[in-house]
């Protein structure tokens, strides 16, 4: 009868309304794109990723060579260092890859996924990108992001309140023991790496994978154990996978530890759930090459074919577009993000039981 009134009245029904809002959301998102597409931002710059490419494949056999001409020399530790840096920018290369940022050709760019992953930094990128490409679909969503669920970090009151003995007493400071942590990050996407190429679910090309992994994660180690002395061998081994996984973890946190989630079948359109679960660091030149592009975690999020060198002028746009809708844009230095990151966790570790805030709160219109 309600129903009736309101089609006589002219008043639109509640379907009609969520039909419109959607329509319109999808044509923001739309009118956004086109916006990118005219200024060319969607294409390829080989000419970037040739030179970066060239550029740490030397640092890499730099490092080789300064291995083999120090010898017996605790000096070493520094090039284990700079070997766990490089590690990352190539990482960061790999993760470009995956994301279609360097090759129009996807065969190309699984290969080249594939050598710079498997073989230089000892990731399977099989994993990676089974693991990532759901993180894009639902950043921050619960029950569908893969990056808010970890066996020793809680992200969530619910899963810190789960938690006893040790891990409670450890939870409950896991913002202050956070950075500390990510100094193991390394080992633990090396265990994730093994587990992934030997798991009986489907992998593309697992062969391949298992062969690179273990010329990257037995012959080189054991190269190091024959040339060093055993105590610097494994001080070598130490610092490097160190100063990788605490540089990966360091790149990655800031993106979205701390921003609002979203229940996993909340109703809300893509141009709002990429912007509002994500933070941008503050970007210049050195940031963007420091982090690979993940200082602009926005654009990336809602363009993640864009290549590195045209996140900056799309996210002037991107920015601006959000302003005149309304939407909330979220951009603060990288040593607030950190805060941000560690008052976050502090907050769940302690078993808050406060609700997180609305992710609609403030960020603009949703379907």
């Known amino acids: 009868m309600n129903a009736t009134r309101a089609a006589d009245s002219g008043a639109p029904s509640q379907t009609s309304v969520k039909r419109s809002r959607a329509e319109g959301a999808v044509s923001d998102f739309a009118a956004l794109k086109t916006l990118i597409v005219e200024a060319g931002l969607l294409q390829r710059t080989p000419v970037f990723y040739s030179v970066m490419t060239s550029a740490l494949i030397v640092a890499l056999a730099a490092c080789g060579a300064g291995f083999f001409l120090l010898g017996d020399s605790w000096f070493q530790l520094l090039i284990a260092a700079a070997l766990g840096v490089v590690s990352t920018q190539l990482s960061f290369l790999g993760h ?6 360097i090759f129009s050709s996807n065969k190309v760019g699984d290969w080249f996924g594939l050598i710079v992953g498997n073989l230089f930094v000892g990731l399977s990128i099989g994993w990676w990108t089974h693991k990532h490409n759901r993180h894009h679909a639902a950043p921050n969503t619960l029950g569908k992001d893969p990056d808010i669920y970890d066996p020793v970090i809680a992200f969530t009151p619910e899963q810190a309140q789960q938690r006893s003995g040790l891990l409670a007493k450890l939870t409950a400071r896991q913002g202050y023991l ?5 100094l193991l990050e390394g080992l633990n996407l090396y265990r994730d790496a093994v587990v992934t190429v030997c798991a009986k679910r489907k992998l593309k090309r697992r062969r391949v ?8 994660l037995v ?29 990966m973890g360091a790149s990655f946190a800031p993106n979205h530890k701390g921003m609002p989630q979203i229940q996993e079948r909340a109703s809300i359109n893509f141009l709002l759930r990429q912007v509002t679960t994500s933070r941008n660091i503050v970007g210049n ?9 993940l200082n602009f975690q926005i654009e990336h999020h809602l363009f993640p074919s864009m290549p590195r060198p045209h996140l900056s002028r799309a996210q002037r746009i991107v920015r601006s577009f959000c302003a005149e809708r309304g939407i909330t844009y979220h951009e603060v230095s990288l040593l607030q993000s950190y805060a941000a990151v560690v008052q976050y966790l502090n907050r769940v570790g302690i078993g808050a039981r406060d609700p997180f ?7 603009g219109r949703g379907i």
Do not use: S
């Not at 956070?178 to 990510?182: A, E, Q």
């Not at 994978?209 to 990257?216: F, Q, S």
């Open 96 to 101: 470009e890859a995956v994301h279609k940022q």
């Open 285 to 293: 030149t050195f940031n963007t090459y420091l982090m690979g592009g």
């Open 357 to 363: 805030d609305c992710p609609m709160a403030g960020a």
């Open 209 to 216: 994978e298992i062969a690179l992994l273990v010329v990257r």
């Open 178 to 182: 956070f950075f500390p942590l990510l």
């Open 219 to 247: 012959v080189v180690p054991a190269l190091v154990l024959w040339y060093l002395p055993l105590g610097m061998a494994f001080a070598f081994l130490g610092v490097q996978v160190a100063v990788w996984g605490f540089y």
